[in-house]
C-alpha cells in the first residue's frame, strides 16, 4: 500500500517564471547598443525605488555583493559589530566579514521565526554600529521595535529583503523604511535577474557611496574629483569592486517587474491553500502571521511537532522526496557552519533557531506552480504524517 508516489515528476521548492515578454526584453538589449550600463540599468533601478516607495535605487550584480555594498556605505569596518540573524541565508552575516567586522547573531522569535527585538538589545555593545534584519519567508521583521531600538543606540538598518519584494509593514512597502534595505534577483526569488540585487535608500550619501562601490570606487562627477586632467578623467578615491549588474538582466528584471502582482497574488492564494488543508493537523505548526506586516511568501515553511511523529524531520524529507516532492529546509543557522565554528561561534548561542533547525521542511512555493501541484503537495503532506502518527 502506498508505494505508488503522489506524483511522476519532480517539483522543485523554487523556480522561475519566463514568459515571451522576458524573452523578447532580453533580445531587444542583444540588439541595441549597449550590454552594461546603459539605460535599463537606471530603468530598472528607477522602476524598483518607484515600486516600494523610496528616492533611490543601486542594481548589483547579486544580493550578496549589494549587501557587501551597503555594509561599506555603513562604514562597517574592522572592530565594529552588526547583529543579524541566525536564521538566513550565510551572505547577512559574510557581508559583515567582508569589512572586516564581526556579525552577532541574535535569537528569533518563536513565533515568527524572525530577529526577536529583545535578543537584539541583548547584544548591543559599545562596538555595535548596525543591525541587519531578515524578512524571513517574506514576513517583515519587526520593524517598529527594530528602528526603536537603533534610534537610541544610533545604530544602522540594513534589511535584507531577499525574501520580501512586495511585502509592507503598517501599510509601508518594505524597501521605504529603513537606511537601506537589500533584494535579490536570484532565480527562486520573487522577480529574477539570473543573478542581480539592489539596494534601496533614500539617503543620498549612502547613495552615492553605493554606486561608487559598485564601480571599482571611481567617480567621474567633477564636484568630487580632487583634481582634474582633462575630460577623460577620473578618479579612483576608494577600494571598491566591479559589481555591476548587465542591462541585459536589467531589461529582464524590468519585465519580470511588470508580473510582480501576479507573482505575488500566486503565491499569496497558494499559501492560502495549505494554511487551510493544515489547520487541522495537529502535528504541523503552520507559518504565523505578525499583524504589523503583510507577507510576500517567498517560503512555506511548517513546523513539526516531531513528540507526535514516529519518525524524525530526515525520514520525513526523504518521504517527500520519495512522493516527487521537492522540499528543502531553510536555514541551518550560520553560526553552526565549519568555517563560523572556527571564528569562535558556539552551538548554543541561539537555541531557538537552533531547535528550530530540526524541525522544520520548507514546501514547495513559487508562482509557476499549478494548484493541481498545490494539490500534491498537500497529498503527500498528509500522507506522510499519517504514515507517521505515533500508534
Ligand atoms: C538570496 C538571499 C541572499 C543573497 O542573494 P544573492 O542574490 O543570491 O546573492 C541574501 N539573503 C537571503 C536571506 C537570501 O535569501
Known amino acids: ?12 521548492y523554487g523556480k522561475q517564471w519566463i514568459d515571451e515578454e522576458d524573452i523578447k526584453a532580453v533580445t531587444a538589449v542583444l540588439e541595441g547598443d549597449y550590454l552594461t550600463t546603459g539605460p535599463y ?3 530598472f533601478e528607477e522602476a524598483i525605488a518607484h515600486y516600494v516607495g523610496t528616492k533611490y535605487a543601486v542594481s548589483f550584480a547579486n544580493g550578496t555583493a549589494a549587501l557587501h555594498a551597503a555594509c561599506f556605505a555603513a562604514g562597517i569596518s574592522e572592530g565594529d559589530e552588526v547583529i543579524t540573524s541566525p536564521l538566513t541565508f550565510a551572505a547577512s552575516a559574510n557581508c559583515v566579514l ?3 567586522g564581526t556579525p552577532i547573531f541574535a535569537d528569533v522569535d518563536e513565533k515568527t521565526y524572525n530577529i526577536a527585538p529583545e535578543e537584539i538589545e541583548k547584544k548591543i555593545t559599545t562596538k555595535t554600529k ?3 534584519p531578515v524578512h524571513f519567508t517574506g514576513q517583515p521583521a519587526d520593524l517598529d521595535e527594530i528602528t526603536a531600538i537603533a534610534k537610541k543606540y544610533n545604530l544602522i538598518v540594513i534589511e535584507d529583503a531577499a525574501h520580501a519584494l512586495g511585502a509592507s509593514y503598517q501599510g509601508k512597502r518594505i524597501g521605504s523604511i529603513s537606511d537601506m534595505t537589500m533584494f535579490s534577483f536570484h532565480p527562486v526569488k520573487h522577480i529574477t535577474t539570473g543573478e542581480g540585487g539592489m539596494i534601496t535608500t ?3 550619501d549612502y547613495y552615492e557611496k553605493l554606486l561608487q562601490f559598485r564601480s571599482h570606487g571611481i567617480t567621474r562627477d567633477p564636484s568630487k574629483l580632487t583634481e582634474n586632467h582633462g575630460p577623460w578623467y577620473y578618479e579612483m578615491q576608494f577600494l571598491g569592486l566591479n559589481y555591476r549588474l548587465t542591462d541585459i538582466q536589467a531589461a529582464l528584471g524590468l519585465s519580470q517587474l511588470k508580473k510582480i502582482n501576479r507573482f505575488l497574488n500566486l503565491r499569496k492564494k497558494y499559501s492560502s491553500m495549505y494554511d487551510e488543508a493544515f489547520k487541522d493537523i495537529s502535528s504541523i505548526t503552520a507559518p504565523y502571521q505578525d499583524k504589523n506586516g503583510c507577507s510576500s511568501w517567498h517560503l512555506y515553511v511548517i513546523r513539526l511537532d516531531l513528540e507526535t511523529l514516529s519518525k524524525t524531520r530526515n ?4 518521504a517527500f522526496h520519495q512522493e516527487n516532492i521537492g522540499v528543502n529546509v531553510h536555514y541551518i543557522p550560520v553560526h553552526l557552519f565549519p ?3 572556527k571564528l569562535g561561534y558556539k552551538r548554543g548561542i541561539c537555541p531557538k533557531a ?3 533547525y530540526q524541525e522544520i521542511i520548507t514546501l514547495p512555493l513559487f508562482p509557476a506552480m499549478t494548484e493541481k501541484d498545490v494539490e500534491d503537495v498537500i497529498n503527500a503532506t498528509k500522507k506522510i504524517i499519517n504514515l507517521s502518527k505515533k500508534t
Open 315 to 318: 525520514e520525513i524529507f526523504n
Open 1 to 12: 500500500m502506498n508505494q505508488e508516489p503522489i506524483r511522476d515528476s519532480f517539483l522543485s
Open 202 to 204: 533614500s539617503n543620498k
Open 354 to 356: 537552533e531547535k528550530l
Open 41 to 43: 540599468i537606471s530603468n
Open 130 to 132: 548596525a543591525i541587519i
Open 339 to 341: 568555517y563560523y565554528q
Open 98 to 100: 567582508y569589512q572586516g
